[in-house]
């Protein structure tokens, strides 16, 4: 039995589906300086919830071994944001926070590393905090790294799961080819992608209709001592333009009753079993 | 302009190939491009293609790779000796933490995944996708030095040599061990079965259950192919996250590749667009699948398959 106390928290967002926008909605322009793709519902972006889960089975797995946990959640956002917070709350989490703030950052992820160090240091150290490896539409991959130099702890992305030790927690991680196992001294931080094998908990309605009287608790930038106009100049670039991927393919159709003979002639040419193939 | 390349003394030829096309920047004049190349006792120095003017070696005593903040001390020694307006990092570990901590240290700017960047007006253009690759952004940077990595899925085709380049800063670094942080182990993971294949099929979100999924997969076995799908495809648990194909899983190049069922949105897209030879089979002629293909059957699949499968 190992005794041992952690206190984590898990950085979430709230990101639009892009699954359901039709391909011949991605415009753009003068006019429509971003796509307009409002109408899609929210959902929690996927890989912050596979960092929720990773902190919910280290609990689970050793909460009977002398392990005493907590896992909170946090996001930033406006009131549209306590959804997934209370989805959150139905999987475990033992509790919820809303920075309600109503400007979206987009790609300034120091501005956000700001928000999240502010809150760490002003309401209690955290042994683990765990973040998607990226989120939102700009997909930069960056505010976990941002929020290790400002914390002046390390960073271990792609963490494929955690188990507690008698030192500190081991670490499962893919760095490139490789599975490393690694022992970290908390506090740290760590980020999730794809997770081999992971599968989500689903909330039962019990723990929906429980977590949905739940109260979360709504911070300003004021309560984290944050101004909106400094940290927003945080930021080294400018979002100049958008533009769309260029075809590059001039596709050739075929008539199905001619498919046998191509599609053989091109397997056996990709099998390297024959060169040249004729459409 | 001064650019510099961090590089690995075993990085692969694909990144090596990518940091030089990157480094040649359109638009901008009289580029200098230095290559630090990060060297510890496994490697053995002079194995790596030079794609720089000149180099610059920096040693660690130990074996194990370098770590982030590793790189991050060799870098800023590097720096404090010439002005670097752009910094080039490999994408694979730890180029990303590097990049975005230096970009702290220096009070610059750093983007992860770039696709490329280019001098305009004078000004530093770096280009990236954004909305799970269904735009290209560009950014213009206002704060330098600027750290970038490149993303895995473009492929520059230019041939590296390897050339004698002078060596003008050579230093070892005998770095303490991380009291916070240590290596146990690592398992090198066994390649990826899509990535190693020749001939891929892929089943999209038009494979709607278990039935309809064991057609493609018959079809698949009796040509000898991997089976991949869709993120949609996974999400229902239809096939294991090791198949997922796309920005969110893997980036497969095969000789040919069959798309079955697949609209063609772009993070699935990004995965397989550097196949060598497609074959789409949708029913709809208008789905972005048959823009990326090289042969497009616009029919449903079950006839397909029955007919290539007699």
């Known amino acids: 039995m190992i005794k041992a106390q952690i206190k984590s928290l898990v950085c979430v967002k709230s990101v639009p589906d892009l699954d359901q926008v039709p391909a011949g909605d991605w415009k753009y322009g003068e006019h429509l300086p971003e796509p307009e793709i409002g109408y899609v519902n929210k959902i929690i972006n996927s890989y912050d919830q596979n960092a929720l889960e990773l902190l919910l089975r280290l609990r689970d797995d050793y ?6 946990m907590k896992v909170h959640v946090l996001t930033i956002g406006d009131a549209k944001s306590v959804k997934i917070l209370k989805d959150c709350c139905a999987s475990g989490a033992d509790s919820c926070v809303l920075v309600e703030h109503g400007v979206d950052y987009k790609y300034q992820y120091q501005a956000v590393a700001a928000i999240l160090n502010a809150y760490s240091g002003l309401y209690g150290q955290y042994d683990i905090i765990m973040c998607g490896e990226s989120a939102g539409p700009y997909d930069n991959g960056q505010t976990a790294f941002a929020l290790s130099y400002t914390m002046n702890i390390p960073c271990i992305s792609d963490v494929q799961s955690l188990e507690l030790a008698e030192d500190g927690i081991n670490v499962v991680c893919k760095r490139d080819e490789e599975i490393c196992r690694l022992l970290l ?4 931080i760590g980020t999730a992608e794809s997770i081999r094998g992971l599968s989500l908990r689903l909330p039962t309605l019990k723990e929906r209709l429980m977590s949905s009287k739940k109260n979360i608790e709504i911070l300003t930038l004021k309560d984290l001592g944050l101004k909106e106009e400094v940290i927003s100049k945080k930021g080294g670039k400018l979002l100049e333009k958008f533009f769309a991927l260029e075809t590059v393919k001039d596709c050739h159709y075929v008539e199905v009753e001619n498919l046998p003979h191509t599609i053989e002639q091109l397997i056996e ?3 390297g079993q024959r060169k040249g193939c004729s459409k | 302009m001064n650019v510099l390349i961090v590089a690995h003394e075993d990085e692969r030829p694909e990144s090596l ?4 096309a990157a480094a040649n920047l359109s638009g901008a ?11 510890r006792p496994a490697n053995g120095f002079g194995r790596t293609a030079y794609i720089s003017d000149e180099i610059i070696l920096c040693k660690k005593g130990d074996c194990h790779p370098w770590e982030a903040a590793q790189v991050r001390s060799a870098v800023r020694d590097i720096m404090q000796t010439r002005s670097f307006p752009l910094v080039l990092l490999g994408n694979h570990y730890p180029g990303a933490q590097a990049a975005v901590c230096l970009a702290c240290d220096t009070d610059g700017e750093s983007i992860l995944n770039a696709s490329c960047a280019k001098v305009s007006n004078g000004e530093l253009m770096v280009t990236k996708a954004v909305y799970a690759s269904n735009m290209n952004a560009v950014y213009r940077i206002k704060k330098k030095p600027c750290f970038i990595t490149l993303r895995n899925d473009i492929d520059s085709q230019i041939k590296l040599q390897i050339a004698n380049k002078p060596v003008i800063a050579e230093k070892t670094y005998n770095f303490t061990d991380s009291e916070s942080m240590i290596y146990l182990s690592g398992k090198k993971i066994e390649q990826n079965m899509l990535q190693s294949a020749k001939c891929v099929v892929i089943a999209g979100r038009g494979i709607r259950n278990t039935q309809d999924l064991a057609l493609v997969e018959k079809f698949a076995r009796s040509i000898r192919a991997e089976l991949g799908g869709s993120r949609p495809l996974i999400m229902n648990g239809l096939l294991p996250t090791e198949r997922m194909i796309g920005q969110s899983g893997k980036i497969i190049a095969p000789n040919l590749c069959i798309a079955i069922g697949v609209s063609g949105a772009a993070p699935l897209a990004a995965g397989i667009q550097q196949s ?10 208008e789905a972005p699948i048959f823009k990326i293909a090289d042969l497009g059957i616009v029919a449903d699949y079950h006839e397909v398959l029955a007919r290539v499968m007699r």
């Not at chain 2, 190939?17 to 030089?20: E, F, G, T, V």
């Not at chain 2, 060598?276 to 002629?285: E, G, P, S, T, W």
């Open chain 1, 185 to 188: 001294k908390k506090p740290f």
């Open chain 2, 276 to 285: 060598k030879k497609m074959i789409a089979v949708n029913q709809d002629r």
């Open chain 2, 17 to 20: 190939r990518r940091l030089w």
């Open chain 1, 63 to 68: 909460k009977d071994n002398g392990l005493e």
């Open chain 2, 29 to 39: 004049d009289e580029i200098r491009v230095t290559q630090c190349i990060l060297s």
């Open chain 1, 269 to 271: 040419m990709a099998q």
